[in-house]
């Protein structure tokens, strides 16, 4: 084989190669081409005036009845922006409300605070996992230091009392307890079948 030969095998290897690649793809115009999702809109269907006075279409002038998707992005998000100076009364309202003294990182600030307080334990982990902290075990009590807090010397402390075993007489059935005991004792429903 010639050198001629190979080189031409090497660059068509190399540009088969490339063919797979998006980047290459893309370059080249082969890959798919999506539509911008936020900027496809309806088009807005003809309406012929009730005067039938139609206007003739002048060419690359935008339809009328059309509108700009960032214009009404814009009016969305809060409007156009201002062009009139705001009159006093609307300034002693910003003033009044300190809009002039806002924290310019507030977004930030409530953006953190989100993320501590998913960070903290939720129910479940509170009943699953609901021993203390390692750390602090607690302090245990002395039983001499709590007689003498309470006031109450040691031979005075009084002991639970002691309760004995005895027989247990049963007690005479009242006449709506011995008549429940008739009912319950019928088959019911099924003594009539």
């Known amino acids: 084989m010639s050198q001629v030969e190979r080189s031409v095998m090497v660059a068509g290897m190399f540009a088969l190669a490339l063919a797979g690649c998006t980047g290459m793809k893309e370059s080249l115009g082969a890959a798919k081409q999506a539509p911008d999702e936020t900027s496809v ?24 009845q059309d509108s ?28 009044a409300s300190g809009a002039a003294t806002s924290d310019p990182n507030i977004r ?35 039983a001499s230091e ?6 109450t010397p040691a031979t005075q402390v009084q002991t639970a009392p002691v309760i004995e075993k005895g027989e247990v007489t049963p007690a005479e059935p009242t006449a709506q307890e011995k008549k429940n005991a008739d009912k319950e004792s019928s088959g019911g429903w099924f003594d009539w079948f």
């Open 68 to 95: 700009d998707a960032a214009d009404q992005a814009q009016r969305v998000l809060g409007g156009a922006p201002k062009v009139a100076p705001a009159t006093q009364g609307e300034l002693a309202l910003l003033a």
């Open 41 to 64: 809109t309806a088009r807005a269907p003809l309406v012929v005036p009730a005067t039938f006075a139609l206007k003739s279409p002048q060419p690359g002038a935008p339809r009328p």
């Open 108 to 142: 930030q600030d409530l953006r953190q605070e989100v993320v501590r307080k998913s960070k903290r334990k939720t129910y479940a982990d509170t009943v699953l996992f609901w021993r203390g902290r390692k750390e602090d075990p607690g302090t245990p009590l002395d």
């Open 146 to 151: 709590e007689v003498e807090r309470m006031g």
